[in-house]
């Protein structure tokens, strides 16, 4: 990120704006939505800079920008379409103490001005880095569709009522208090009355709110898919931004926790298998903690909760507190890495079911009915099983399985540094090492990437052509 984006407080400062031409209308149009004095220095200025100085909107002073005219300013535009001249006054602007901004100029700038979606006082600023204005406007017209024109008239009524509602606790019950006004009385109220209605809605809901008993804490156990940010559902983005409490795997991305609000508390419970672990006691402990203090809990595990998740004994736990739960699915790793290499779990002709194992339980290394699964045609998800990759070989091989059998391994997967490594059942182990493997990983057993079979069927009519 190489602009931090803020709102800057503008109004009664100067904002001062070199130019008088079509880049410069093109700023005061924005501009003029402030409440900052905006002056203009331009010796020729378009009529319309004219008309609105005419009006008391902006002072115009038809010259060129000197030193000492951006003195006090919060923010500079150099507007002149001239190299030369927009260069010599924010040299002038940039002495006398502004932030300046060149039009299409971007490295020479200190700030840029986004994409606006104005509802004032709420207002959505888009920005690219410069990069991708087109992309800005396109984001910019999916908004303004998107949010009510009048969502700016609830949010005044609402701001001005903000002193009124510090009398609620700080935390979740001022949180639902805003969300039953905004997404449910206010604009009931608003569409049926006008202003005086919602204000009238505003005053009959905070003192529900104050008459009503504190709710009781929930606990979310929420599938977080295999990585990638677009696989959540939306019932999982919807509980995270509800959240006072996350507790997360290690295995969940950080792209992942960025949607939980910022204000909600971020606990890694840090599972790691074959290393240090937080025991399950203790997350346990934690959940029913939070919860029972009131908190909107999420458990946020990696692919999908229910599998190999250890969920049945957070559910104990939670249960037994007597606390409110909900499961969201998640897309599970065996999905999204199947998908990855082109291929179905299932396939008529080859396999009428097929397996999710995992490499290694409590115990160490997981036995399996390895005499079904070594039979031909068998396909298998194997979770956790980069360690025991010479393990599972050695038990299907003992109980005859053929060498030839396709294994597929993704690491990461459906993120960036997605990897996929085909081999097969006598080399698994040698390949694995090679491909020095550090990142979650899958192992299809049965299944090869479609592309690379797609060869080796070639190979094999070509050998009997």
Known sequence: MQHFPIFLAVSGR???LSGGGA???AKLRLLLKTEGRISVFAATPAPEIEAWAAEGRLTLIRRPLEAGDALCAALFYAANEDDAEDARVAKLAQADGA???????LDASAFITPAIVDRDPVTVAI??????PVLARAIKRDLEAALPARLGALARIGKAFRARVESLPFGRR???FWADYYFGAGPAALEEAGEDGAQAALEGLLEAHLAATTRKGHVDFVGAGPGDPELLTLKARKALDAADVVLHDRLVPAEILELARREATIIETGKTGFGASMPQSEINALIVAHASAGAQVVRLKS????VFGRLDEELEAVTKAGLSYRIVPGITAASAGVAAIGQSLTQRGRNASVRLLTGHDMEGFAEQDWAALARPGEVAAIYMGKRAARFLQGRLLMHGASGDTPVTVIENISQPAQRVIATTLSALPQDLAAADVTGPALTFYGLAPRAALAATETLKKKEFA
């Not at 920005?127 to 991708?132: L, Y």
């Not at 692919?303 to 229910?306: H, Q, W, Y």
């Open 14 to 16: 100067r904002i001062v």
């Open 23 to 25: 880049a410069a209308l």
């Open 99 to 105: 932030l300046v901004n060149i039009v299409d100029n």
């Open 127 to 132: 920005g690219t880095e410069g990069a991708a």
């Open 174 to 176: 001022r949180r639902d």
């Open 303 to 306: 692919g999908d909760a229910t």
